[in-house]
């Protein structure tokens, strides 16, 4: 059989549940990959520069990295996290309508803060919520889940290919190479020149085509809240619904059965209560139950951290550019046909996702990631090298999304194996991992700006090697753990004597009563006799 008996019987279970927060990462996908396309029409919608709708980018990120490290406070019961989840994909929508409504850079940004937030949450609960419930078979859940992320992600550019205008393209000289940044090479030896003709482009008088991919992408996203809620009214935890007092006190008494304060709880119930450990990152670090832990502990949540901070800065910086990346020189890609390299790219991260999913039932997660970041790697590599050839820009497109799609969901598996669930090591990956993608964005957009396209590239492999070293960190700093707590173990197995025999003059109240018994029988029978 493909899939174990019992995984098909924990899934079954939890059906429901699953689905729900497979669906709500599918809102994730749609917010994160957006704006990697339409970035050009954003800045002529917004009469900004290049530099200044990268901050759109920051302000995201920002928020969601608020959201992920706040977004814990909502598991602590089943009714707080699916409404949670139902405000923040509806936010989503939201956000969507009123994109094409903002003509200033600032507006946008506020309303690109607002859909950050609300992703970080969604991040953080539907993470910690799948890991709660399936614990070490989580692996190949997890897998699924950010497949759901791959497939809003390359919805997401389809949508908006159609719509993207060709009216951006003047402003930005992408026509001309001579008003182009040059590339990483010859920017040592030359004077920078600027992408634009001016220090801004001049906002668009009529209304972009871009703005009906807009509202589309608010209407595909809508079924997601209605999911939501319709789950919410099945397990009657509506005030509203027929008997929904009798389920929220039983929610209730799940919060106040919960074991005290410093303990963890062993298993999530079936509605998927998390345990002890797993919440906001800063009750994670304030937890008393971390004291007398070794130091590799908190190594591998640090270099766990850093790993996921480096490979979903590639991540975010590479759907976020290819295409600024492609229309420009030496490149010099047409509009419609650079808006691919985002479908194509989340659309490999999307089949990426999906071929580990059976792969991660296969192989340990230390094995997938390590053949993940080394493709990584090789393929930014080739890309740097033939950087000239559009050919493999879309080959090595592909190859990177693929490469790179399970590298976050095999790290959370792998870490929370390593620490057996416990700590706080989901919600200190989704926390860090929102914090590549917001400072590494902005980071590698100004060096476009002041150094040339051709340094995204360089940035790529700078980081792709960064992360290499990190996984090796993790995998050394997991074998001294294992080392030191099987050594802990085995002490205090020895150090723990044996219960001492009581003495042969104590005896216990039931052996008194048994010998008080037959001395009353021996003395009568003597007095008979």
């Known amino acids: 059989m493909l899939i174990e008996e019992h995984i098909l019987t924990l899934f079954r279970r939890n059906c429901q549940y699953t689905l729900t927060y497979w669906s709500v990462f599918f809102s994730f996908g749609l917010s994160i990959a957006f704006l990697g396309p339409t970035i050009l029409d954003l800045k002529c919608q917004t009469g ?11 302000s995201q990120q920002l928020c969601l990295l608020i959201g992920t490290s706040t977004g814990g406070v909502f598991t602590k019961t089943l ?77 997401s550019p389809l949508i908006a290919d159609p719509f993207i205008s060709e009216h951006c393209l003047a402003s930005n000289s992408t026509e001309n190479a001579t008003e182009i940044i040059h590339h990483f090479r010859s920017s ?26 807009f509202w589309i992408m608010a209407l595909i996203n809508l ?58 990152i800063f009750s994670c670090c304030m937890n008393g139950s971390l004291s007398g832990l070794p130091v590799t502990f908190f190594g591998i949540h640090i270099l766990g951290s850093m790993l996921l901070f480096m490979t979903e800065g590639i991540m975010g910086v590479y759907a976020g550019f290819v295409y600024t990346y492609a229309v420009s020189a030496p490149m010099l890609l047409h509009s419609k046909m650079a808006a691919y390299l985002n479908c194509i790219f989340w659309a490999a991260v999307t ?17 997938l990631l390590g053949v993940n970041l080394a493709g990584v790697i ?13 050919v493999f820009l879309f080959v090595g497109t592909t190859l990177l999304g693929l490469f790179i799609s399970s590298v976050f969901p095999c790290l959370v598996a792998y870490t929370e194996d390593i620490l057996e669930y416990r700590g706080c090591a989901t919600t200190v990956l989704v926390t860090t991992a929102g914090m590549g993608e917001m400072t590494l964005q902005v980071l ?43 050594a802990s173990k085995k002490a205090a197995m020895v150090e723990a004597p044996p219960a001492p025999a009581p003495p042969a003059s104590e005896k216990t109240e039931p052996e008194q009563k048994v010998a008080v018994i037959q001395t009353e029988s021996i003395k009568c029978d003597s007095g008979n006799t």
């Open 378 to 390: 090789v393929t930014l590599l080739l890309l740097l090298i033939l950087y000239t050839n559009r």
């Open 79 to 155: 009714f707080r996290a699916l409404i949670a989840l139902f405000f923040s994909s509806l936010i989503i929508s939201v956000v969507f309508a009123i994109i094409p409504l903002c003509y200033n850079v600032l507006l946008l940004a506020v309303a690109m803060a607002v859909s950050g937030l609300a992703m970080g949450i969604i991040d953080t609960i539907a993470n910690i919520q799948l890991v709660s419930i399936y614990k070490k078979d989580s692996a190949i859940f997890l897998q699924a889940l950010h497949f759901f992320i791959g497939l809003g992600a390359l919805v």
């Open 351 to 367: 089949a990426g996702r999906l071929v580990s999913i059976p792969l991660s039932y296969r192989f340990r997660p230390v094995h």
């Open 48 to 58: 900004s520069t290049l530099q200044e709708i990268t901050w759109v980018f920051f």
């Open 188 to 213: 040592f030896r030359s004077p920078v020149i600027h992408t634009e003709n001016s220090p801004h482009s001049e906002p668009v008088e009529e209304k972009a085509n871009v703005a009906y991919a």
């Open 444 to 486: 590698v957009g100004s060096l476009i700006q002041k150094k040339g396209t051709y340094s995204f590239l360089v940035c790529g492999l700078v980081i792709g090697c960064l992360s290499f070293v990190f996984f090796l960190s993790v995998v050394l700093c997991n074998r001294i753990h294992r080392n030191l707590t099987g």
């Open 223 to 280: 079924p997601v809240p209605i999911a939501v809620f319709v789950l919410m009214y099945q397990e009657k935890l509506l005030p509203f619904c027929p008997n929904s007092t009798r389920l929220l006190d039983k929610d209730e008494l799940a919060m106040e059965t919960k074991a005290p304060e410093g303990t963890e709880m062993s298993e999530p119930d079936d509605t998927g209560f998390h345990h002890a450990g797993h919440g906001n």
